[in-house]
């Protein structure tokens, strides 16, 4: 029963970081690595995407490693594996075990009853709250625990970001729901 109350709730994407390996050459690996795009006037790094599953990465010459598009834990896993794998085809010596580790996860729910945000803003501390409807239809709430920042749109979809795991999420719609139960 207690599930049943998340279902709207879905991951849109899983950010993850962290070093594969000492040092990378940018050039050697997007030489070698078909898809792997290096443009250093555009941008420090080299982009490799993977269609399955589909993430898309960002490779430092530092040895960082930046992955984001994965739904879901195992998504992002394979992802770090077949790269991980390509790299060490192209010649890099990587870590035996990534330290790469999720930063940020991305969900939306959907609270399925208006909200009324000028109520919202009013009603509630303004410290933690952002709104102005000439710039952006939703309300910017920041939530300090968990730390999660919530953008409410009065159709009652919802975008929560800043967890580091579901857990953490559904913490944040706990309170949200709570915060705007005693507003109506």
Request: net charge negative.
């Amino acid at each position: 029963m207690e599930e049943k109350k998340y279902d709207s709730l879905k991951i849109e994407n899983i950010v993850a970081s962290g070093a594969i390996a000492d040092s990378i050459d940018l050039v050697e690996v997007s030489s070698k690595i078909p898809g792997c795009e290096l443009n250093t006037k555009r941008f420090p790094g080299a982009v490799f995407r993977i269609e399955k599953p589909k993430i898309a990465s960002l490779i430092f010459s530092s040895g960082k490693i930046v992955l984001t598009g994965g739904r879901n834990n195992q998504a992002l896993v394979d992802g770090l594996d077949i790269i991980v794998a390509k790299l060490k085809e192209a010649g890099v010596d990587t870590y035996d075990v990534p330290r790469v580790a999720v930063t940020n996860v991305v969900c939306s729910y959907n609270l399925e009853k208006y909200i009324n945000l000028n109520r919202v803003v009013i009603t509630l501390n303004l410290e933690n709250i952002e709104y102005e409807p000439e710039q952006f239809p939703g309300l910017v709430y920041r939530i300090h625990d968990p730390k999660i920042v919530a953008l409410l749109f009065s159709s009652g979809k919802i975008i929560l970001t800043g967890g580091t795991n579901l857990t953490d999420i559904k913490r944040g719609v706990d309170f949200l729901e709570q915060k705007l139960e005693s507003i109506t």
